[in-house]
């Protein structure tokens, strides 16, 4: 069955980095569009970041755009999502998801994993 295993949340200050990585297995990664989401306390799901099956294009959420870097491994099975100068309205539970934009009408579609928590604080 399909498995996604976040990890590498956690506290950061504003203006700092974290990176999580997404550990997929159960399906033929490399055959897949990934994706990064998030969900802030009493908000919406939000599509963070997205990339193809061959890392050959990538999207990005305005909030996040020149931040966030979204990469892969294919040899690894993993996604990563590099977040750099981060702001307190980051704070939110991320998700992994397979597949391209992962949520239709507010609501996740496909295949999630649990979710890491980040919090920016000072």
């Known amino acids: 069955q399909v498995q996604l295993v976040e990890s590498g949340g956690g506290l950061a200050q504003p203006g700092g980095s974290l990176r999580l990585s997404c550990a997929a297995s159960?399906?033929?990664?490399?055959?897949?569009?990934m994706s990064w989401a998030r969900q802030a306390p009493g908000k919406g799901l939000e599509w963070v970041s997205g990339i193809l099956s061959d890392g050959s294009d990538t999207y990005y959420a305005g909030s996040v755009k020149g931040r966030f870097t979204i990469s892969r491994d294919n040899t690894k099975n993993t996604v990563y999502l590099q977040m750099n100068s981060l702001k307190p309205e980051d704070s939110a539970l991320y998700y992994c998801a397979r597949g391209w934009s992962p949520i239709i009408r507010g609501s996740a579609r496909g295949s999630w994993g649990q979710g890491t928590q980040v919090t920016v604080s000072s």
């Open positions: 159960g399906f033929t990664f490399s055959g897949y569009a």
